[in-house]
């Protein structure tokens, strides 16, 4: 039982390139979460998602580009990396059915440098 | 929207001690979270408390709504509480779940 994952862990990609950074949960949770998490800023929310094929934009969503086919995956896409991406992201997920509710979960993060 | 504010944003702590972490809210809010945030990065949900108080073992919180504040105390702190400590919070409306807005975080240390 992995519940949530993310890949890759660390990814170094250049300035123009389509990066896609992956989140997988095993909960079955109908929310999920992308956030970025850089210094001083705290962790600020890019989308999320409250259902298969249901995704809103989040705080900082310039840049970025998700999809949600099925309710386990969450893909996060950069469509032309720049160097201000550079970043840790956090996928998170919750569900209205938990105990206590909408509790966030989080994955162990991803790295992205961009050159 | 709603603003964060989480004080102090460094503290160090020596083994043992008791410590009291805030988070300031600029609005009404219905979900409020606790998160901690260990040196390896990974992000830990501590607490769902929107309001009243709650503990697990040497970890406490308290929100007081309509003040627009929470507290997390930590008791006897140990080397292994080192890390970030974020608080987060938003509006849930019916069965939806609104965004969670994170403040900067507290950073604690705790040396042996």
């Known amino acids: 039982d992995a519940g949530i994952t993310q890949s890759p862990r660390y990814k170094i990609t250049e300035t123009g390139r389509q990066v896609t950074l992956m989140c997988h949960q095993t909960?079955?949770?109908?929310?999920m979460f992308w956030y970025r998490q850089d210094l001083g800023h705290g962790l600020r929310l890019i989308y999320y998602?409250?259902?298969?094929?249901?995704?809103d934009k989040g705080e900082v969503p310039d840049g970025y580009v998700v999809s949600r086919s099925k309710t386990e995956n969450f893909p996060l896409t950069l469509e032309s990396a720049t160097r201000s991406q550079t970043s840790v992201y956090f996928c998170?997920?919750?569900?209205?059915?938990?105990?206590?509710?909408?509790?966030?979960?989080f994955g162990p993060g991803t790295r992205l440098l961009v050159l | 929207g709603i603003q964060v504010e989480q004080s102090p944003p460094d503290l160090i702590l020596q083994e043992g001690a008791n410590s009291t972490l805030r988070c300031n809210f600029s609005?009404?809010?219905?979900?409020l979270q606790w998160f901690h945030q260990n040196p390896w990065g990974q992000l830990i949900n501590l607490f769902y408390?929107?309001?009243g108080t709650k503990q697990n073992g040497r970890l406490s919180a308290t929100t007081v709504a309509t003040e627009r504040y929470s507290l997390l105390y930590i008791s006897s702190s140990q080397t292994t509480d080192s890390g970030v400590y974020f608080c987060a919070v938003g509006m849930n409306y019916g069965g939806s779940q609104g965004n969670l807005i994170f403040g900067k975080g507290t950073k604690l240390s705790v040396k042996p």
């Open positions: 408390i929107p309001s």
């Open positions: 609005d009404s809010v219905n979900n």
């Open positions: 909960w079955s949770h109908s929310y």
């Open positions: 998170a997920s919750s569900d209205s059915l938990q105990v206590p509710p909408k509790t966030q979960y």
């Open positions: 998602s409250a259902a298969a094929d249901i995704t």
